[in-house]
C-alpha cells in the first residue's frame, strides 16, 4: 500500500489531533473513520448525453457576420492578409 502527505494549516492539523486523541485512534485512521464508505466514482462517458448537441450547425457551410467587421476586426483581417492567410 502507497503512504501519502497532505499539507493541512496548523489550526486543522491541531483540530485534528485533538480529535483523533478524543478517539483514541490515530489522525490517519480518524479521517478514515469519516469518510462515506462508498465513493461513486465518475460514470463512463456516454454519448448519448451530448447526442442533442451534435449536428447543432453544418461546418461547410460559411457563417456570414451578423454585423459588419469593427475597426478591430478589420484591422485583424488585414494583419492576417499581410502574412498570406485568408479567411474562409
Known amino acids: 500500500m502507497f503512504e501519502h502527505q497532505i499539507a493541512l494549516p496548523d489550526r486543522v492539523?491541531?483540530?485534528l489531533l485533538a480529535a483523533a486523541h478524543a478517539s483514541g485512534v490515530t489522525p490517519a485512521d480518524w479521517i478514515a473513520n469519516h469518510?462515506?464508505?462508498t465513493v461513486e466514482v465518475a460514470e463512463e462517458f456516454d454519448p448519448a448525453t451530448v447526442e442533442h448537441l451534435l449536428g447543432g450547425f453544418?461546418?461547410?457551410k460559411h457563417l456570414r457576420p451578423v454585423s459588419p467587421p469593427?475597426?478591430?476586426e478589420e484591422a485583424i483581417i488585414e494583419k492576417m492578409t499581410?502574412?498570406?492567410l485568408r479567411l474562409p
Do not use: A, H
Request: charged share 25%.
Open 70 to 72: 469593427t475597426v478591430f
Open 82 to 84: 499581410e502574412q498570406g
Open 13 to 15: 492539523y491541531q483540530r
Open 35 to 37: 469518510l462515506p464508505q
Open 58 to 60: 453544418d461546418s461547410r
